[in-house]
């Protein structure tokens, strides 16, 4: 299985980026996919989780500013993460749950700064 994640960069803050994430080598789709951020010195954190319903849950730091989606058919998901702050500086992560394993991809680095 490999997990791609893609869409990081450098933003003001304020700002807004959409982090995509592409799983693919199962026949199986993803049960759930969730986001993760690492800051440096940092331990890695949860951002944003959806399943293959539909149902999302976030942590009160990111409510209301990232939103996670996912296209099944397509085995993607995608956080959409708006008025971004200089503390959400981090690479982020995606995981895929599939039949219990979790799969993990390199990380998109997301820098917010003026």
């Known amino acids: 299985v490999q997990v791609v994640e893609s869409g990081g960069g450098l933003v003001q803050p304020g700002g807004s980026l959409r982090l995509s994430c592409a799983v693919s080598?199962?026949?199986?789709?993803?049960?759930?996919m969730g986001w993760y951020r690492q800051a440096p010195g940092k331990q890695r954190e949860w951002v944003a989780s959806?399943?293959?319903?539909?149902?999302?849950n976030y942590p009160d730091s990111v409510k209301g500013r990232f939103t996670i989606s996912r296209d099944n058919a397509k085995n993607t998901a995608f956080l959409q993460m708006n008025s971004l702050k200089p503390e959400d500086t981090a690479v982020y992560y995606c995981k895929a749950d599939i039949l219990n394993y979790d799969s993990w991809g390199q990380g998109t680095q997301v820098t917010v700064s003026s």
């Open positions: 959806i399943t293959n319903g539909g149902i999302t």
């Open positions: 080598g199962s026949i199986f789709s993803p049960k759930a």
